[in-house]
């Protein structure tokens, strides 16, 4: 039986809110343009991360799949951060082409503003997953077939609505509480649905490297594209291995120092020496092998932190009482219909903010520190508020009770 690696990576960046005190709210309606030089200026991020991350990796990728013709793969790019691309770095989107224009690179489905919409509004949710496909359309020539909500959270609901919306497949976690005995290493079908498929992520193949790649004091330091083929192929029974994680583990995370890059380049002629070895997009995955089995999530599941489930971003009363606050304003702020306002209530409703808010400790709190531009979860949920309540001012000035 042959094994395929199905390799999905996730390109994401926010509009970060500035720091922006309650004196601007009121006064200065630009939520999201921070000095170059400061933390929180997205434009500099941008350049940082693409210079880093995306331009270097995606030469890699091409060259990969100029040299490997059964070299494949998927990646989902949010709205958020296309945007960013096109105003300032088109080079980045230019070699985001250049990748699925080779015809073995899968756009997955998501929500276009990286948001929690489906636990808050399923409308303003389907609105978002519309912007991206025609955001996807535009850009890449693509229609998704396969769909992953934003931080992989998911549900039986969820996959539900993707059943009955016509995606032949959804990713998720494939999270030992609910596996039990399975592996990840299959294709499953989820309860309640007629014809959809589900690929469960292989956490520990995929953080071993996301998150240990470059960490010394790990067991299996120094991981080599040999070493980890030879793991893959040691596994026993398996289809597919899901290996999804961050576009950025590619020199933003782990470091090209760490030998990251290297790793990439070997790793597909290591796997394909064995002789019914592949490499598979989500969909050939789909099409290719038969549900081993159903599975069962009544409660949500993230890829995220210890808990795997929405505590990233909803565990605090901070976190709860501004998304809340947030999506409180759906009606209002749509029949205004004034697009430069529903725009930036969108870019509110990006997940990170949330995130930068938690108050976690230990390692998790160390992985969200890492990641916010703030000084800490406080300054956080203050910028955050303070562009809230400007958003409920030019409400009121357009004579709209909240």
Known sequence: M????????????????????????GVDHQYFAAPYQDRTSNERIMHKVA????????????????????????????????????????????????????????????????????????????????????????????????????????????????????????????????????????????????????????YRLSDDIAFRFGDQSWVGWPLTADKFAHWLNESGDATNFNLFMDYETFGEHQWDESGIFGFLEHLPGEWLKKHGNAFMTVSEAIDNFVPVDRVDMPYTVTWADSERDLSAWLGNSMQSSAITALYGLEQQILATEDLSLIEDWRKLQTSDHFYYMCTKWFNDGDIHAYFSPYENPYDAFIAFMNAWHDVRFRLAAKGVGV
């Open 51 to 202: 210079e880093k991350s995306y331009l270097p990796t995606n030469r890699r990728l091409l060259e990969l799949l100029q040299k490997h013709p059964e070299f494949k793969l998927s990646m989902s790019i949010t709205g958020t951060v296309l945007e960013q691309m096109e105003a300032w770095s088109p080079e980045s989107l230019a070699s985001f082409q250049a990748l699925t224009a080779t015809g073995r690179v899968e756009i997955v489905a998501e929500t276009y503003h990286h948001s929690l919409a489906f636990f808050y509004s399923r409308s303003e949710f389907e609105r978002q997953v519309n912007m991206h496909r025609e955001k996807v359309q535009t850009l890449f020539g693509q229609t998704p077939k396969v769909f992953r909500n934003t931080e992989l959270a998911y549900n039986n609901d969820l996959a539900y609505w993707a059943d009955k919306a016509g995606y032949k497949g959804i990713l998720a976690e494939g999270w030992d509480k609910v596996l039990d005995w399975r592996s990840p290493n299959f294709v499953y079908q989820p309860t309640y649905t007629d014809n959809i498929r589900l690929l469960m992520k292989n």
């Open 2 to 25: 042959s094994k395929a690696i199905v390799l999905y990576l996730h390109v994401h960046q926010p509009y970060r809110v500035r720091h922006y005190t309650i004196f601007d709210a």
